[in-house]
């Protein structure tokens, strides 16, 4: 029963895929602005440790924080250094929250938008995993990044624009961003799906099992409808309620998962012939910084991360 986590990073349209394509972009400023309106303390804090293994469970309690002030995130307030740094604790964060969530490590973290062969993310292995690979179509926001604890187990399948398939012990794993230009048209997205799953099933893989990432859909349903009609197979999915309260979260609900939290643009859909849901949980968009010696929240992508148990 493999987990799965993805999170898409806010990048631009760069051809220099490092750390400033995504160091504080537009939609993530917004983000952390939107979340900053409401001061309450919400954002869970788990216990890390950095000098062990990511996915290794740390014990101890969270901390409840408040968001830092609106402007934080603001353009230039932070060095590449110092946002890399927070993407890293994200990471961090990530590998704490699923384990406490789904009871298990994580086998397998995608980042969307980023370039794990880039130099300057090379860092990220030590806090997502060891990378099992990447691919990219020359800009950032074009690319992902695959982390593991164990590379042996997984199998890179194949890649293109807006899609990269991993096999997970015996999974069809597809993790996408798909493109703003299809991802609202029935027709473009079913063929963009048809076309993902008739490249896996050519190269002797099977079928789709499960597909997770920022669809940028237009509906709930749009997606499972269109990769359904695409593959011939009845997908759903995993995570249908509208309200989201992500695992690090407390007593903070959101009606979708992008900047302003009124699109449900992230999600897990599954092959419902193949797999099985064990568990599924949603992440947000924050991690932990350190102000004046107080932590808070502050957010570094514009998008919810998903992660998910699955059993074939």
Known sequence: MPTFAYQSINSNASTNRGVSASNSQHFTRVTHNHQAAQQSPWFLVMPTAESLEPHIPICGPAQLVAQAPQGYMAKGQHNNGQFLSMIEGKARQTHQHLYRSLRKPCDLLVYGEMDGAHSEWGSMQQHAGDLVGSSSTGKACNSFS???????????????????????????????????????????????????????????????????????????????????????????????????????????????????????????????????????????????????????????????????????
């Open 146 to 312: 695959v982390h593991a604890a164990n590379t042996t187990q997984h199998q890179i399948l194949g890649s293109g624009m807006g899609w990269i398939a991993v096999k997970t012990g015996n999974v069809n794993a597809v993790f996408v961003h798909v493109p703003n230009s299809i991802a609202k048209s029935e027709g473009q997205a079913t063929l963009f799906y048809q076309n993902i799953n008739k490249f896996l099933l050519q190269q002797g893989h099977g079928a789709i099992d499960l597909l997770m990432g920022d669809t940028n859909q237009g509906s709930n349903s749009f997606t499972p409808s269109v990769i359904s009609r695409a593959t011939n197979n009845i997908f759903r999915d995993a995570h249908p309620a509208t309200e989201l309260t992500p695992s690090d979260s407390y007593q903070r609900s959101f009606s979708g998962t992008n900047s302003t939290a009124s699109q449900k643009y992230d999600v897990a859909v599954y092959n419902t012939a193949t797999i099985k849901i064990v568990n599924v949980d949603y992440l947000s968009q924050s991690t932990v910084v350190s102000i004046n010696g107080a932590n808070k929240a502050a957010a570094v992508t514009d998008h919810m991360g998903i992660f998910i148990d699955v059993a074939k």
